[in-house]
């Protein structure tokens, strides 16, 4: 994992808007319409050396594909993996049901009306290992044509979970171990071919909504069975190599059901990565970097802390960012903070809870607050 050695490097969480001819070409294959797979994948190819060049271009030293050729950075391992088929239970996302009302902005979204949750039916294994390996080779040639540093988004066994309601196993230790197993090549493969692995893990985070019928302590309770799916999926693969992002989900509600970061810091830290991101930019979680003051950062692991939020229009000053990733140096040392953003601005297609120009202009925002960070930071 990078970090910051004269000056605050920027990154993101993975997911970016996707060019319009593509999200069309996704939607109308999501919807069930007439499309031409061979069109859709030359419009990913396009995708990606735009996405990364864009990027580039913004002020984003470490970079991704956008995550332009999946569905979603989720519900994409239904393509990839056998033993899914039929419909998941309805997911229940606690806050919002406590206040319906809320539900408006979340369910206006068009992202979330094309979100597909089959149900795990059946052995889960690796069907498709030529969709991962064409993604791969994707963002290498794009990163390298641009000369960039880049991270491939994954998503965790445990998040699978989370959609993907189980069917089949006997337990749910079972279904996690059988994920695991699953997930595994995808990850070797990630940073086989020199790119940094993100492994995505809202699951972490994200109780309310996996377990919105169990009590706080239950669901941690939980969460050591999360960490151990992942660091077993993990195993053998250097954590030089790998990040991880921790959310509460991206959508717009209240979030008071949100798990304190205080309360899962322990099981987070015990992942084997070396890059933690983290929200920081939402009003939900914004004051948690003072936690750092209380809780030690391994001297093997970085912070990228979200300054940017990605479920609005705000245009956030440079000034702010600054202020942002100065508190979080005053706390673990300037070289172990990077610039990120507190989520995917696309993580879902169709999905445009921020508009995708304002989306490209917070990055922007993010690498100016970096730059004026640093110029206090290292003067």
């Known amino acids: 994992m990078q970090r910051s050695t004269d000056r605050i490097l920027t990154t993101h969480t993975g997911s970016l808007p996707r060019p319009d001819a593509l999200e069309k070409a996704w939607l109308a294959k999501l919807e069930g319409k007439d499309f031409d797979p061979g069109e859709l994948d030359g419009l990913v190819q396009a995708g990606v050396r735009e996405i990364v060049e864009r990027q580039v271009a913004a002020g984003v030293d470490i970079v991704s594909d956008g995550e332009v050729g999946k569905p979603s950075y989720s519900t994409y391992v239904a393509d990839r993996l056998d033993g899914f088929g039929g419909e998941s239970g309805v997911m229940v996302v606690g806050d919002i049901a406590e206040y319906p009302d809320a539900a408006a902005p979340l369910l206006s979204d068009p992202g979330f009306g094309h979100m597909q949750r089959p149900a795990c039916i059946g052995p889960v294994s690796v069907k498709d290992p030529e969709a991962m390996n064409h993604d791969i080779r994707l963002l290498t040639e794009s990163a390298a044509a641009a000369g960039t540093d880049a991270f491939m988004t994954a998503v965790s066994p445990a998040t699978i979970s989370m959609f993907f309601e189980n069917q089949y196993y006997p337990t749910r230790t079972d279904y996690f171990a059988a994920l695991a197993d699953a997930m595994r090549p995808e990850y070797r493969a990630i940073v086989d071919a020199g790119l940094t692995l993100q492994i995505d893990c809202p699951d972490l985070g994200c109780g309310h909504v996996l377990y919105h019928d169990k009590s706080e302590d239950e669901v941690l309770s939980i969460i050591p069975e999360h960490v151990e799916a992942l660091n077993h999926a993990l195993e053998g693969i250097p954590a030089a190599k790998v990040r991880m992002h921790v959310c509460w989900g991206n959508y717009q509600g209240p979030h008071h059901r949100d798990?304190?970061?205080?309360?899962?810091?322990?099981?987070?830290?015990?992942?084997?990565?070396?890059?933690?991101l983290i929200e920081g930019a939402n009003p939900r979680h914004d004051?948690?970097?003072?936690?750092?003051?209380?809780?030690?950062?391994?001297?093997?692991?970085?912070?990228?802390?979200?300054?940017?939020?990605?479920?609005?229009?705000?245009?956030e000053h440079p000034e702010l960012i600054a202020q942002r990733l100065e508190r979080y140096a005053s706390v673990v040392g300037r070289e172990r903070v990077l610039a990120g953003s507190d989520c995917g601005f696309a993580t879902l297609v169709g999905m445009r809870a921020t508009a995708p120009t304002i989306a490209w202009k917070k990055l922007e925002a993010m690498a100016e607050g970096a730059r004026i960070a640093s110029a206090r930071l290292w003067p």
């Open 287 to 315: 004051h948690e970097w003072k936690i750092w003051q209380d809780v030690d950062l391994p001297d093997d692991k970085v912070l990228v802390p979200g300054v940017v939020d990605t479920t609005n229009n705000y245009i």
């Open 259 to 276: 798990i304190d970061l205080r309360k899962i810091v322990d099981q987070v830290l015990k992942v084997n990565v070396s890059g933690i």
